[in-house]
Nanobody, 127 residues
Framework: QVQLVESGGGLVQPGGSLRLSCAAS????????IGWFRQAPGKEREGVSC????????YYADSVKGRFTISRDNAKNTVYLQMNSLKPEDTAVYYC????????????????????WGQGTQVTVSS
């Protein structure tokens, strides 16, 4: 059974850090680009970051550049999102998703191109 499971969310004060994990089961992440998305109440799902399957090419939304870092550990079949200097506006449910692009050096910030999704993990930034 193909499955993505996010973990690492929680409540953190502004300026704090969290590391989200996206663990795959039922398939290997080696050939998949991985995207992180978030959705706040009343807002559309937005692309936060993504990483390609082969050369580690990455994308970051302007709102998180310099604060978030995406990485992958294929040996652990897991992708991470390190989130530093968190702000209240980062509060959302965070999802990871996987896509097998023919061109392995790309990833995408658009959710519609991803095939597999996790169930999401809540991140709340509040004092």
């Amino acid at each position: 059974q193909v499955q993505l499971v996010e973990s690492g969310g929680g409540l953190v004060q502004p300026g704090g850090s969290l590391r989200l994990s996206c663990a795959a089961s039922g398939f290997t992440l080696d050939y998949y680009a991985i995207g992180w998305f978030r959705q706040a109440p009343g807002k559309e799902r937005e692309g936060v970051s993504c990483i390609s399957s082969s050369d580690g090419s990455t994308y970051y939304a302007d709102s998180v550049k310099g604060r978030f870092t995406i990485s992958r550990d294929n040996a652990k079949n897991t992708v991470y999102l390190q989130m530093n200097s968190l702000k209240p506006e980062d509060t959302a449910v965070y999802y990871c998703a996987a896509a097998a692009f023919l061109v392995r050096t790309v990833c995408s910030e658009f959710p519609t191109v991803y095939d597999y999704w996790g169930q999401g993990t809540q991140v709340t930034v509040s004092s």
